[in-house]
């Protein structure tokens, strides 16, 4: 029986999750698997892979074959590493030696890694502290921009208030001197209808004095 280490896919839609499991070649994919040795989560970042190392060495012992991607799998784990010097005969503490050298360099390959991406982050929060202190400036400046043209929307009705104020005074103005002007017609008026009636009553009473007085001497002649 040919044996094969694989995936087996779960999980939903557009969201994989795999079983790393040992089974019959002859199985279909989604088939029954004779052990279960881990699982791979693709989906985080950094993705999650955790296999039972002992088990793994134990089925490549007994000629499993694993296919391409989980033989990628055993080698971000070091499986691949400690197979590798197995079959070579390496003797055991050797190659627990090589193992945590190869442990150390990946701790060490993993902090470069997050240190590179560190500064990429400071940055971008660099940038968007200035695109806030931007927004905060430009809306500080919209506000006062607003501010200014009420201001001189004000500033303009008060100037036209004042001039139709003074419109208003210039026309109290005008229409009183015409007042004035007719009052003082009128009284002139009056005081020559005056003049003139006393000048008559005068006349007329020179006249009859003046008739009086020729009476009087027609009536001593007699």
Known sequence: MAVRIRLLRMGKKKRPFYRIVVTDSRVKRDGKYIEKIGYYDPIPDPSIIKIDREKAINWLKKGAQPTDTVYSLFKKEGIALEWHLIKNNVDE?????EIQKWEMAKKLKEEAKRK???PAVEEEISVGEE???????????TVIEGNAEETEKEEKLTEA???????GDKKSEGIETVKKTEVLTEETEKEELNQESSEDIKAEGT???????????EAEGQ
């Open 93 to 97: 503490k050797t190659r627990n030696i």
């Open 116 to 118: 590179k991406e560190e």
């Open 131 to 141: 695109l806030e202190r931007v927004e905060e400036s430009e809306g500080e400046k």
């Open 161 to 167: 208030e004042a001039k139709e104020g003074k419109i």
């Open 207 to 217: 006249k009859e004095d003046t008739s009086a007085d020729n009476k009087n001497k």
